[in-house]
């Protein structure tokens, strides 16, 4: 039996991981709890050679297997989509494949291969790339070098994140590219850039590397001056990596502005969830401040170009906080490549943005009443002030409690009655007559 990707998938999150539930570990690889059995089943009859009934202490052999992901990889079989993404980059490094090597090279017929090309044409088609025949050698690809160069950031990117699982084919084919460029220079350089460490996720490092990569390969000339990286990196893509990928993402599409809506979808979407979910309205001036439009493109390219990023598991001792866990379901409804990484980075963003506004902002109490009558509230709130040494900035009547609040930060409501208050972060201090009156 062969083993592929997922194998090695849920071989990396068992190693990383000590949770013992597996409904738990398949629902942060977003598989079913049957097939991560099934895949547990698998590894156990490849690699352990034997049959526990016990799903925990089949779990826990299975992590304990020394040298397991050596061994997984040894039986590691490439998957039809795999193969097509190893073809696809081949053709955008190279320019150039020969059908019959290829069968030789994946050990696949030439009719199998055939049906792959069929799929990889309409790929290519996205970005206005032909696949044509070449001198009776073989197949290569014609089109704008700006938009191949645009496809092939894609898939460079996609195997930076996904090589930790790879196949060996596709993991050496990319290692043989990063030894023919110029990787090294160019990792060093964009590593030694003043980069803030808000604008974006763990990727952005990557997605400089992965941009000069695409953009500097073979040295050919671009018939397009939108990306210019100069030998001394003054990179435009730091500062408008938005734009960057809003183009990239633009020209795979034949309807204009396509991007714009997939783009504008996804903000609505994780406006209302974090507004529910934080109860906490994003602004012009959270734009501002955290780089969430950047964050929703390169969730839209991980979309586009299929990639499976596993990355959390390197945060991962035990199970992440079930808040985080939830708010990753909530933004995946209409956002599907959301990782629990994503998440995680997502809630530790708004919570501390979240936090910094309410130290940042005057402590500000008010005083609420409901029965009592006006003409008293004024020597309420003077007493109030006198016995507990506070400063009450404001009396509001409770039928006018909300319209406040929408409009106003309150950090304490004190009252001398009884009601209910819904704001989580609103400490609200009831007084009581008798202990009143006697101070």
């Known amino acids: 039996m062969y083993l592929n990707s997922k194998h090695m998938q849920v071989a990396l999150l068992l190693k990383k991981s000590e949770i013992d ?28 050679n034997k049959n526990e009934t016990d799903i925990k202490i089949l779990m826990n052999d299975i992590r304990n297997t020394k040298n397991l992901l050596y061994l997984i990889k040894k039986k590691q079989h490439i998957t039809k989509d795999e193969r097509i993404s190893y073809i696809i980059f081949k053709l955008l490094k190279d320019r150039l ?22 799929t990889i044409k309409t790929k ?73 460490d808000n604008d974006s996720f763990y990727y952005n490092e990557l997605v400089l590397i992965s941009a000069g990569l695409a953009f500097s390969y073979l040295e050919e000339n671009l018939e397009t001056t939108s990306i210019k990286i100069n030998d001394n990196f003054s990179l435009n893509i730091v500062d408008c990596c938005v734009n960057y990928f809003n183009d990239l993402l633009q020209k795979r599409c034949y309807i204009h502005g396509e991007f714009s809506s997939q783009l504008n979808e996804y903000l609505k979407h994780f406006e209302k969830v974090i507004a529910i979910f934080f109860n906490f309205k994003i602004d012009d001036n ?35 906080p079930s808040k985080v866990n939830l708010l990753a379901n909530k933004l995946k409804v209409k956002i599907p490549k959301v990782s629990l990484y994503d998440s995680f980075i997502i809630y530790f963003f708004i919570s501390n943005l979240i936090d910094t506004e309410i130290i940042s902002l005057k402590e500000n109490a008010i005083f609420v009443y409901k029965n009592i009558p006006t003409s008293l509230v004024e020597n309420i709130v003077k007493k109030i002030e006198k016995v507990y040494a506070v400063e009450i900035t404001k009396t509001v009547r409770f039928k006018n409690i909300n319209f406040y609040l929408k409009n106003n930060y309150v950090s304490t409501v004190y009252s001398l009655e009884n009601f209910d208050l819904t704001k989580s972060h609103i400490k609200h201090i009831k007084l009581f007559i008798s202990d009143f009156l006697i101070s």
């Open 97 to 118: 494949i020969n059908i019959t090597k290829l069968s030789e090279e994946l050990n696949v017929t030439r009719r199998t291969l055939n049906y792959d090309l069929e």
């Open 286 to 320: 959270i734009y501002k401040i955290i780089p969430i439009k950047k964050w929703l493109v390169f969730l839209y390219v991980k979309d586009v170009f299929d990639i499976k990023d596993l990355y959390f598991i390197n945060i991962l001792k035990n199970e992440l």
């Open 21 to 48: 539930d597996y409904k738990i570990l398949s629902k942060m690889l977003n598989f079913t709890p049957s097939s991560f059995f099934s895949y547990l089943r698998e590894i156990e009859s490849v690699v352990l």
């Open 124 to 196: 290519l088609s996205i970005y206005k790339i032909d696949l044509i025949p070449y001198k009776n050698i073989g197949l290569t690809i014609f089109g704008k070098e700006v938009s191949i160069r645009r496809m092939f950031l894609g898939y460079i990117i996609k195997f930076f994140i996904e090589k930790n699982f790879l196949p060996k084919l596709i993991r050496d084919e990319f290692a043989n590219f990063l030894k023919q460029s110029n990787y090294k220079s160019l990792s060093k350089n964009i590593s030694n850039l003043d980069i803030e």
